[in-house]
């Protein structure tokens, strides 16, 4: 099983879509184990976005994130990183599919609710980063895993 952060970011935060966020990823069969709402400091936002320092947005970027608070959230699933992206749909939420999360709710390129990690590297280093004390990710068994996955996918 694979682990992977989701952010829901200020305009998902304001707009009251966390729920509705957080809903289709369990609706999919992807299983919470962390769930975090701060308002994050600088620091914590300027490392995770740290790819893009030498970019233009950069300082834009920074500033949106930490406009107000933010849904940390972390999941977990069979091929959960990909499996989550394709939830999200493309980066820019007007060129987004209808039936993703961007596709129905958003419409902008800079607000486009949510982020999610881009691979196994990225989604390790971003979970400690969002998840870092004792206790923040669970481990547990859900009931319905072997309605989710057959079982020799669990082997």
């Not at 959230?73 to 394709?86: H, P, S, T, Y």
């Not at 958003?106 to 609710?113: A, E, I, K, P, R």
């Not at 004792?134 to 079982?151: K, N």
Request: glycine content about 10%; aromatic content about 8%; overall charge negative.
């Amino acid at each position: 099983m694979e682990r992977t952060l989701v952010l829901c970011k200020p305009d998902a935060v304001q707009r009251g879509l966390v729920g509705s966020i957080l809903n289709r990823f369990e609706q999919k069969g992807l299983k919470l184990v962390g769930l975090k709402m701060r308002k994050f400091p600088d620091e914590v936002i300027q490392q995770h976005y740290s790819v893009h320092a030498d970019k233009p947005f950069y300082s834009a970027l920074v500033g949106f994130m930490t406009s107000g608070p933010v849904v940390a959230i972390a999941l977990e699933g069979k091929d959960a990183i990909n499996c989550v992206r394709g939830l999200m749909g493309k980066t820019n939420s007007a060129e987004a599919a209808p039936g993703t999360i961007r596709g129905d709710f958003g419409l902008s390129f800079s607000n486009n609710l949510v982020h999610g990690s881009d691979g196994p590297e990225s989604s390790a280093t971003e979970l400690a980063l969002f998840f870092s004390e004792e206790g923040d990710l669970i481990d547990w068994t859900p009931d319905v895993t072997a309605w989710v996955y057959s079982e020799e996918e669990l082997s």
